[in-house]
């Protein structure tokens, strides 16, 4: 690490930062991708909870539908037998009494048969809705199935890129003093992925500010890390090649 100039290892660290942004973006695509699945998660879940809802509303009806068919059976049932009780009563006065409660009940069996015309067609409607939602699941279901495959194999194909890069980092930070590493990475995370930023013209690459003359004397000497007292990035100064031969 000695024998490697100040200067040259902060051109490194700029190559790094380079892979490094690189991985960032890789790792920032493959974080939208894995929020696009989970919405596309929950979307499916929400349809297969309604359909869910809608299973047990039809349940509920068909037991309303069974209640109400029992009441109706047993109504009739007892109409039946008093009007068989009428053949053996001879009293005028027993027979209307007997008549009236039979009316009751056809009335109210009528009235009951009115609610479940209304229990049925309820029935029908939820049926229906659960089959509307039913499809419409299944295609959800089918598009999802493509679509996974497709972003997973997406993903993968990130996961192996950054793999590679992280490879790359490895040999290129090895090149790199530690200390200036962690510096470097610091600054990465809280600049929002640049760190080391080049001073062309007289002007801080990474905020446009000027850098006083004072402080490019000392850039251009790089004798030590120095930072930009406006953005506290990493400064460094590439010479063209024409300035190379001419120093
Ligand atoms: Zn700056």
Redesign the pocket.
């Given at each position: 690490m000695g024998e490697m100039k100040l200067r040259e290892q902060i051109e490194i660290l700029a190559t790094l930062q380079n892979v490094d942004r690189e991985i960032k973006e890789k790792n920032g695509t493959k974080q939208v991708l894995l929020g696009e699945l989970q919405v596309k998660d929950k979307e499916l879940q929400s349809k297969k909870q309604e359909i869910a809802l809608l299973t047990a509303a039809c349940a509920e009806k068909e037991r309303e539908r069974q209640g109400k068919e029992r009441v109706l059976q047993d109504e009739g049932k007892k109409a039946m037998d008093k009007r068989m009780r009428m053949n053996r009563i001879k009293n005028i006065k027993e027979l209307q009494a007997l008549q009236r409660e039979i009316d009751q009940i056809r009335q109210g069996n009528s009235d009951l048969e009115e609610e479940l015309i209304r229990v049925f067609e309820e029935i029908d409607r939820i049926k229906a809705e659960l089959k509307a939602k039913e499809e419409e699941a299944t295609m959800m279901q089918e598009e999802w199935q493509q679509r996974q495959e497709d972003m997973q194999s997406k993903i993968s194909g990130i996961d192996q890129l950054v793999a590679e890069a992280y490879t790359l980092r490895k040999t290129i930070a090895s090149q790199i003093a530690g200390e200036l590493i962690s510096r470097y990475e610091l600054i990465f995370a809280r600049r929002g992925g640049s760190a080391v930023?080049e001073v062309a013209g007289g002007i801080?690459?990474?905020?446009?500010?000027n850098?006083p003359p004072q402080l490019w004397n000392e850039i251009i000497k790089s004798e030590k890390v120095n930072?930009?007292?406006?953005?506290?990035?990493i400064?460094y100064y590439k010479p063209s090649a024409q300035q190379e031969k001419e120093a």
């Open positions: 930023v801080c690459q990474g905020c446009y500010m850098i930072l930009c007292p406006s953005c506290q990035r400064l």
